[in-house]
């Protein structure tokens, strides 16, 4: 079944159209085999960069396609439901651009942004590292100004498109003022002393290459740092609050394909001479994922049209991360019940929608951080 | 050069296509409807000439009001303006009445030097539309192209049958069917979606064309669809045992149902 959406222009609506035929034959057809075979597909994002879909969000004058994130998210829950691997790529790049579209200077925006929102390359976020997860503020990777460069070293962890990526938007110390001594920098993905690890041997999104990024003496100009020194760990935290609209959006989309699997299969397996669907246990089982899915829709929604309004959601952001990504975790683990023993099986993708539930429910702040953030909101309040 | 590409809203082959219960027509509300496929890439051909070439490619399309949404799928692609001809009379026109619109619509635009069209619509698959259009207009026809070339004023297609390629050659202006393996189509980007927006679609109706509204459409088909049937539900198949001689049952089922 294809998602019932309110959009709210007509070109909204020839977006979604053109994201779905784009999903259906060129993204679906591919995933199992890539997740399977662990190949990263850099081609599906030339595709979806060509087609405008990697700026959607960001100005027409930097070459973006200056979408509310209202339509923004729910294409990219499009391309989530046909592919979770991609749909996250594409979250990961959109934030990893966050930083110089909102707090670069005009310089700086001219200089890299469009190249970055036309689609040739593909942006990674490294802020996390193997002692600064959930504590973003304990990273220990240092940027030292000399001349005029910084030079870093250090390493992050947990970096999707570690390798792959053409730019890294990238939290480093420069000073040791703890949150305070966080720098942001737009690092180019061929700079000398930049490497990135061995992909990390992950459950599910296998097809998304994560990986930590070892930089030795590598040099960055310092016109590449984005905001003043110092800024850098506000900055990344502001672009999580967007992030996580972008998990949650995939999370939903993710949670809709297992919804439609589940649904698809129940029509046609017949037990005891019906539909199983006729089977009041898996009709109300069903009925739960669609309110899950629903629910969790209407959450991410509803933060994105703060956002587009210019209204504060950062609670509404958490919740709906936290919403979203605890819905895909219940709907995939009950899509797999309905299909039985076949759901368990590697020859229907159910059981990989479950793998790739779980970590939305970790990365982008875990749903334990998001209950942090919340009650910091309700604090303040 | 100036190009004219046939483009037409069909059913989409990804649903279930009916007729109507009362005048055995396409019952287009049964469907989501969308360009047809070969009509995508008789557009993408359409582009790639005016690429290399130079020139303006409108897309022309005869259909109901809601066969708008073919014409902006073409005009998202690249396409430069388009003309739709709409018509409540035209409900249930035959292949013939329906070139004979579309080479009146044709001469609504000035200098056309090549009409690029699919060779068959995956609805009515009559295949005979551009056939029909170039003898209308008197324009050499060069049908069911895997490839072509413009040179100058000569265009050379090629034709792939059964026994051998076929090289067609003509000048200026022509028509050209495309078959499925002349291209793949593009996407239309974002920014086309956008841009699409504000080119000019011009609407004409039947009597805008200097036709008689009672000679088109269903009264004026040459051909009527006396019955029509769903297909039959596909049955469960046959079960082969392979106790060694798998390969000869097989064999003889295909002998069997005349396929080889």
Not at chain 1, 1 to 8: D, H, I, Q, W
Not at chain 1, 79 to 99: F, L, T
């Amino acid at each position: 079944m294809v998602a019932e959406r309110t959009l709210p222009t007509s070109e909204a609506e020839d977006l979604i159209a053109l994201v779905r035929e784009i999903a259906r034959d060129e993204l679906a057809p591919k995933a199992a085999e890539h997740e399977e075979r662990e190949v990263f597909p850099r081609d599906a994002f030339r595709l979806l960069g060509r087609t405008g879909l990697l700026g959607l969000p960001y100005p027409e004058r930097f070459g973006g396609g200056e979408q509310p994130y209202e339509v923004y998210l729910q294409a990219l829950e499009e391309v989530a439901s046909a592919w979770m691997s991609v749909g996250v790529g594409v979250s990961v790049h959109v934030m990893s651009c966050y930083a110089l579209a909102n707090h670069g200077t005009d310089e700086q925006r001219d200089r890299w942004l469009p190249d970055m929102l036309a689609g040739d390359l593909l942006g990674a976020y490294a802020l996390s590292e193997v002692q600064a997860g959930s504590d973003a503020a304990a990273l220990a990777t240092r940027a030292v100004r000399d001349g005029a460069d910084y030079v870093l070293t250090g390493t992050k962890a947990w970096i999707s498109h570690a390798g792959h990526a053409d730019f890294y938007t990238l939290m480093a110390r420069t000073s040791d003022a703890g949150a305070r001594g966080i720098s942001c920098f737009l690092v180019p993905g061929d700079t000398p002393g930049l490497t990135a690890g061995a992909p990390e041997r992950k459950m599910g999104l296998t097809g998304s290459t994560t990986a930590q990024l070892h930089l030795t003496d590598a040099r960055v100009s310092a016109q590449r740092r984005i905001g003043a020194e110092g800024q850098g760990l506000a900055l990344a935290l502001s672009s999580l609050d967007s992030g996580r609209l972008g998990i949650a959006a995939c999370a939903v989309g993710l949670a809709q394909a297992a919804l439609d699997e589940a649904v698809a299969y129940a029509k046609q397996r017949t037990q005891f001479g019906r539909p199983i669907i006729d089977f009041q246990g898996l009709e109300f089982l069903l009925a739960d994922m669609a309110a899950a899915v629903d629910s969790a829709r209407a959450t991410y929604l509803d933060a994105a049209r703060r956002r587009d309004r210019g209204l504060p959601f950062r609670r509404q952001a958490a919740t709906a991360k936290l919403i979203a990504t605890d819905a895909a975790m219940k709907v995939t683990t009950d899509a797999v019940q309905v299909l039985g023993g076949a759901g368990y099986t590697r020859d229907f993708p159910v059981e990989r929608y479950l793998r790739e539930a779980k970590v939305t429910q970790i990365f982008e702040g875990t749903n334990q951080i998001q209950r942090l953030v919340i009650a910091r909101e309700l604090r303040r309040a | 050069m100036n190009i004219v590409v046939l483009v037409k809203l069909v059913p989409d082959t990804y649903s279930e296509r009916k007729l109507s219960d009362t005048d055995h027509t396409l019952d287009r509300d049964s469907a989501d409807a969308v360009l047809d496929e070969i009509n995508e890439r008789a557009v993408e051909e359409a582009l790639q000439l005016k690429e290399a070439h130079g020139g303006e490619v409108t897309a022309l399309c005869v259909g109901p009001d809601r066969a708008v949404d073919a014409v902006r799928k073409a005009l998202q692609m690249g396409a430069d303006k388009a003309v739709h001809v709409s018509d409540a009379a035209l409900h249930g026109s035959d292949v013939i009445t329906t070139a004979k619109v579309l080479a009146k619509a044709v001469g609504t635009i000035d200098g056309v030097d090549l009409v690029i069209a699919g060779n068959e619509a995956s609805d009515g698959r009559a295949g005979a539309v551009p056939a029909i259009l170039a003898e209308l207009l008197g324009l050499p026809q060069l049908t069911h192209a895997n490839k072509v070339t413009v040179e100058g004023d000569t265009i050379t297609v090629e034709r792939a049958t059964d026994d051998g390629v076929l090289h067609l050659q003509a000048t200026l202006p022509a028509l050209v069917s495309v078959s499925e393996k002349i291209n793949e189509p593009r996407y239309p980007s974002f920014k086309g979606i956008m841009a699409a927006k504000k080119k000019p679609i011009t609407t004409l109706t039947v009597a805008d064309l200097g036709l008689d509204p009672a000679g088109v459409g269903l009264s004026g088909a040459w051909t009527a669809v006396l019955e029509a049937a769903p297909k039959p539900p596909r049955t469960a198949g046959e079960r082969v045992e392979d106790n060694g001689d798998g390969g000869t049952k097989i064999a003889e089922y295909l002998v069997g149902q005349k396929l080889i």
